[in-house]
């Protein structure tokens, strides 16, 4: 009796009660993995994502505002070539009663308004005129549609060149007139080219006395 009341006594020192005992940490009520925050490497990945991000609108948005700008010379150009054809196609090209031909190979067409005199009118212009500026089959516009004269050298405010050519038809057609329109953007990297470029407008015209 004596021996087990000395081993129950041991046994209680070796173990103390259940209140004593230290208490392992535990994660506050709530708390998960979630709450421990971001890495250095997760907040380099995210900015770099972002940058990414940004550049690309930022290329959207210049692409964007390109296309905008080369969509509105084109209208400019299209509208401008239709001026001009029309009024190459007002000038005198017929017959007068008792069929003599009556052609306008005077009116200067480079200046607004046109002049009775000094210009080349209707009269056929000399091979590569839609690829050089040629005296007579060019003039100059400005952003707002202006002319600003004709001549070789764009002044200084041109943003448009627009140039011409009038071909006369093959003997069997001697009184027709094939007229070809051009109009280029200044900033243009084909101007002195034959080839047409993207950025070109051209307009075809057949002109027949009557």
Not at 125 to 140: A, I, Q, V, W
Not at 196 to 202: M, N
Request: hydrophobic share 35%; charged share 20%.
């Amino acid at each position: 009796m004596v021996a087990a009341v000395a081993t129950i006594r041991r046994r209680s020192c070796e173990f103390p009660n259940d209140s004593t005992r230290s208490i392992p940490d535990r994660p506050l009520h709530g708390s998960s993995s979630m709450d421990r925050g971001f890495s250095l490497i997760e907040v380099l990945v995210a900015t770099a994502l972002t940058t990414i991000g940004t550049m690309a609108l930022a290329q959207l948005c210049a692409m964007s505002m390109r296309m905008n700008y080369d969509a509105r010379a084109t209208t400019v150009a299209t509208m401008l070539a239709s001026q001009k054809m029309e009024q190459l196609r007002a000038l005198a090209w017929t017959s007068d009663t008792v069929g003599a031909p009556i052609s306008d190979l005077a009116t200067d067409t480079t200046v607004e308004p046109p002049s009775s005199s000094g210009g080349t009118g209707l009269s056929a212009s000399p091979p590569g005129t839609l690829g050089t500026n040629t005296t007579g089959y060019c003039d100059f516009v400005d952003e707002n549609g202006r002319t600003l004269g004709g001549g070789t050298a764009p002044p200084s405010t041109t943003a448009f060149v627009r140039r011409w050519s009038i071909a006369p038809g093959p003997p069997a057609a001697i009184d027709t007139l094939a007229i070809q329109i051009a109009v280029i953007p200044i900033g243009s990297q084909r101007r002195g080219s034959t080839i047409r470029g993207p950025d070109e407008v051209r307009l075809l015209g057949i002109r027949t006395r009557k």
